[in-house]
Nanobody, 113 residues
């Protein structure tokens, strides 16, 4: 059974840092992503990383967030620095395989001002 299990969310003050982790099981995804969602809004792409380590970021997080992966552990990370209140959201890990989308359960990140 394919699972994506996230961890690392929490409450942090503005300017602080958090590191999210997403451990995948059963499938080795080539491309993995982090999305985030706030109440009443669509889920939005935050960062993407390929199996070779190439990364792309939403403009809103460039220079502050870093996506990385450990292919041996089949885990993807999102290091979030200089956090802002507008980064508050539920963060989801995502992978696509053979036309199917797989999502983690989500982890809440709350940034207080």
């Amino acid at each position: 059974q394919v699972q994506l299990v996230e961890s690392g969310g929490g409450l942090v003050q503005a300017g602080g840092s958090l590191r999210l982790s997403c451990a995948a099981s059963a499938i080795i995804f080539n491309v993995m992503d982090w999305y985030r969602q706030t109440p009443g809004k669509q889920r939005r792409l935050v960062a993407t990383i390929t199996g070779g380590g190439s990364a792309n970021y939403a403009d809103s997080v460039k220079g502050r967030f870093t996506i990385s992966r450990d292919n041996f552990k089949n885990t993807v990370y999102l290091q979030m620095n200089s956090l802002k209140p507008e980064d508050t959201a539920v963060y989801y890990c995502h992978g696509e395989f053979s036309g199917n989308d797989y999502w983690g359960q989500g982890t809440q990140v709350t940034v207080s001002s």
